[in-house]
């Protein structure tokens, strides 16, 4: 698979509502390199957060397992 890295193809969640207040990551991107890149979709212009993908497999484990819940 030939990834870009200077244009990955960005996706939201399918959990993610019309509030803005989403992140996007590049999920070919990620396959191809191990490198899950990760923006603020409403700043789409703005800095990429490049994590490595077990960083970023665990960081979404724990958002499912609520350990960051603040409520």
Known sequence: MNV???DPQWAKS???G???TCVEWAPAHATAT??????DSKNPSGPILNLPAPAFASFVTS???GEFDTA
């Open 14 to 16: 399918t959990y993610s």
């Open 18 to 20: 019309s509030g803005g």
């Open 34 to 39: 191990g490198t899950v890149p990760v923006r």
């Open 4 to 6: 870009d890295p200077a």
């Open 63 to 65: 958002v499912k397992t």
